[in-house]
């Protein structure tokens, strides 16, 4: 089960901060996900780290603005977002595969995860 907040409405150039609380007694194990969806769009990968490692991927159009990061302890994966743009504006989810077979061909797909996040929306006012 995953529970994803902290969206919210920004300026662009703002920040925001989202979370997302899991369940399960191998976190650290999983792979945890970002993707967003806008409007009449399909639902991209944010970024992700893939199981127990801890290196991060991101999307091209977020490298460099957004970090992914995880607390094992709380059982949390975090989204900070910098220097938000209009385009950023989405339903935020989070995404998690719990049996340790994500591979890295698959890992921006969204059909290679099981579990789901309800969607945090983030605004960004140009």
């Known amino acids: 089960q995953l529970q994803a907040s902290g969206g919210g409405l920004v300026q662009a150039g703002g920040s925001l901060r989202l979370s997302c609380a899991a369940s399960?007694?191998?976190?650290?194990?999983?792979?945890m996900a970002w993707f967003r969806q806008a409007p009449g769009k399909e639902r991209d990968f944010v970024a992700a780290f893939r199981g127990s490692r801890n290196t991060p991927h991101y999307a091209d159009s977020v490298n460099g603005r957004f970090t992914v990061s995880r607390d094992t302890a709380k059982n949390t994966v975090y989204l900070q977002m910098n220097s938000l743009k209009p385009d950023d504006t989405a339903v935020y989810y989070c995404a998690a595969e719990t049996g340790g077979r994500m591979i890295i061909t698959t890992m921006k797909n969204p059909s290679a995860y099981e579990y789901w996040g309800q969607g945090t929306l983030v605004t960004v006012s140009s």
């Open positions: 399960g007694p191998t976190f650290s194990r999983y792979t």
